[in-house]
């Protein structure tokens, strides 16, 4: 009972785990925090990453052949920021809602 309250799911799920050969590991004590600290960075992140997509429009209203090079890197950076946030929204699930099965 001990250890299933420190991995936070219900006894039947740690004794699921258990028989199965991959008992839940404990919660860290820094869970919420950690949880929070990532919610923070990619609040910040999908700002930014709007910023950039406005940017990008406003560029592609100017036809000039030098601004094609920023251009091209904005728009890499904005597919790097978009996969950063798909990976990070499945993570911060995954975070958020350690209880399994109840």
């Not at 429009?57 to 798909?86: F, M, N, Q, W």
Request: charged share 25%; aromatic share 2%; no cysteine.
């Amino acid at each position: 009972a001990r250890r299933s309250r420190a991995a936070d799911v219900s006894q039947g799920a740690y004794v699921v785990g258990l028989i199965d050969g991959a008992s839940p590991s404990p919660v860290p004590p820094d869970h919420a925090r950690a949880v929070s600290a990532l919610l923070a960075s990619t609040d910040q992140l999908a700002v930014i990453g709007t910023d950039l997509n406005a940017f990008l429009r406003l560029l592609g209203r100017v036809s000039s052949s030098e601004l094609e090079r920023y251009r091209a890197g904005i728009l890499s950076l904005s597919v790097d920021v978009r996969r950063h946030l798909a990976i990070a929204a499945t993570l911060v699930a995954e975070l958020r809602s350690p209880r399994r099965a109840r």
